[in-house]
C-alpha cells in the first residue's frame, strides 16, 4: 500500500495552536496507514494459517447423499469409509457399528455427519470445546446404532463384547454391493433425467 501523505496547507501565520493541531493530523494519519497495512497482514497471515490447519487430503464440500451425482457419491464413499474404518479401530466400536453400515442409509447418514463433524471439531477455526462436544455427540450415536440395529446385523448371534473385535477381513462383499449399487443408481437416475429444464 502506498505511503499515506498528509495535506494541508496552513497559512504563513498560522498559530502555534494550528500548528500543533496539523502535526496531530499529520500523526494521524501517518498511524491510520500502519494500521491498514497491519490489518491487510494480519488477512494474509489467517488465510496461510486456515491453509496449513486444514486436514490432509480430501474433504466434502458437498455431503447431502441425496444431491450427490455418481461422481461425488464415490469420493464421499471413499472418504467416508476410510473415516470410519479408523473411527471403529480407534474407538474400538466393531461391535456396536457392523461392517454393513453402507447397507443402512440411516447409518450412512449418521455416520457422514459425524465424520463431518469431527474434521470441524479438531479444525484450527473449532472453538476449543468442540471435541468434547463431538465425543457426546459419538455417545448419543452410539445409542441410536443399537435402536436401528433391528435386523441383529452387528452381531449375527449373541458374542461377548470384546475390545478384541474387529471387522473381517476384507469386508463383507454385502457392504460392498451397497456402495456399488448406491453409485450405480445415481447414474441411472442421471440418464433418465430430462434435459435442459422442464417439460
Known amino acids: 500500500m502506498a505511503q499515506r501523505t498528509f495535506q494541508f496547507e ?4 498560522a498559530s502555534e495552536e494550528q500548528q500543533a493541531l496539523a502535526e496531530l493530523a499529520e500523526l494521524i494519519d501517518t498511524l491510520r496507514g500502519t494500521v491498514e497495512q497491519l490489518a491487510e497482514a494480519h488477512v494474509a497471515l489467517t488465510e496461510r494459517v486456515d491453509t496449513l490447519d486444514a486436514p490432509a487430503g480430501w474433504a466434502p464440500a458437498g455431503y447431502c447423499w441425496r444431491d450427490l451425482d455418481a461422481d461425488a457419491a464415490r469420493q464421499l464413499w471413499a472418504w467416508l469409509a476410510a473415516w470410519t474404518r479408523w473411527l471403529v479401530e480407534r474407538y474400538g466400536l466393531a461391535q456396536d457399528l457392523g461392517a ?3 447397507a443402512h442409509p440411516a447409518l450412512v447418514e ?3 455427519a459425524l465424520s463431518v463433524s469431527w474434521h470441524h471439531a479438531y479444525s484450527g477455526k473449532a472453538d476449543p470445546d468442540a471435541p468434547l462436544r463431538w465425543h457426546e ?10 435402536a436401528w440395529d ?3 446385523c452387528r452381531h449375527g448371534h449373541h458374542t461377548p463384547r470384546s475390545g478384541e473385535t474387529l471387522w473381517s477381513q476384507p469386508w463383507p462383499e454385502a457392504a460392498e454391493r ?8 445415481r447414474r441411472r ?5 430430462p434435459r435442459g429444464g422442464t417439460t
Open 137 to 146: 455427540a459419538l455417545h448419543r450415536a452410539r445409542h441410536r446404532w443399537q
Open 178 to 185: 451397497a456402495v456399488t449399487d448406491d453409485i450405480d443408481a
Open 189 to 193: 437416475a442421471a440418464a433418465t433425467a
Open 100 to 102: 454393513c453400515w453402507p
Open 110 to 112: 449418521e455416520l457422514t
Open 10 to 13: 496552513l497559512p504563513q501565520q
Open 150 to 152: 433391528t435386523t441383529r
